[in-house]
């Protein structure tokens, strides 16, 4: 399994990693990127990955390190958490998973189709897309997307992505609103958090990488490791994540399996997931997200009751949940059936 240690991506493949061992799969995970993983003992190359300025020598020369490691230790069945490697000649069955991509991010941020100088990028997701024996997304949002921005027509499945239990839900709520991402991310909208803080009557906390950039009304955590953002959430009675762009959003899960009623940014990945369990705000719509968190915070039955709701639905997306569709892909794809498990 190959993974990045940057954001969410690290997270999935730690969690389902660990569910498949429990389960009898042994996994290498082999980890790309300019951040070494954060445990030791696994398999890490440096380098440039693909949505990275110039990165194209470094896709060819790690996806030849990918080639010989899977050799090396007989592997049966790739899975990769990357486009472009798909496209390898692997002779063995390739799952490929979309998390996210620039193309849908531009739209998203932006708002207008990424440049002439994402061409090459498109060309490289579109090869490694197709090389797959299978394509899977977290959300059917993400699915469309592929299918659309890269004329991925088939060979496509949903696998929602899954996290453990979560060890601090029975905390004592405190009145605080919580959230986390990196503060200089565009995609999380955490600049509109800001200024919707002045507006509200509980303090905001964000929890992540500012990587330079200053806020006027919420307190910055800097970062945190998962245990100590957890115990954080287990805290806080609404969590915050106001996002342009976000395909499915594993911040999202850990604050609903830790008891916080949500407030999400009103895109169609998390309409898709959290319809009826949140309360939404548009995008970039500061006015709009202070009005939603002042709803909540005034209304203490009508914040429990979403709380209940994100929490029971967030129970259905766990790790041994995940690992278990995966491992029916598994088994169907080594035994040469994947048709049966295109969508």
Sequence with gaps: MSTDAVGGVWTYAAELR???AVAGVEVVLA???PNPPPEPGIAYRRCRLEWQEEPWEDVRDSG???????KDEQ???VHLNGYAHGALPWHIPVVVVGHSCVLSWHEAVRGAAAGASWQR???EVHAGLCGADIVVTPTATMRAALRRLYDLSHRCRVIANGVSPHPARSAAKQRLVLAAGRLWDEAKGLDTLDAAAARIDW???VAGDSGGAST???LLLGQLDRQALRMRMGRAAIFAHPARYEPFGLVVLEAALAGCALVLGDIPSLREQWDGAALFAAPGDDAALADALERLIADDELRRTLAAEAFRRARCND???MAGAYIELYRRLCAGSHRAVTA
């Design 31 to 33: 980890t790309l990127g």
């Design 75 to 77: 592997v049966d069945l």
């Design 203 to 205: 303090p905001v906390a």
């Design 121 to 123: 990028y498109r060309r």
């Design 319 to 321: 790790a041994r949940a």
């Design 64 to 70: 030849e390190w990918l080639r010989a490691l899977a």
């Design 18 to 20: 660990a569910e498949l």
């Design 216 to 218: 006027r009304n919420v």
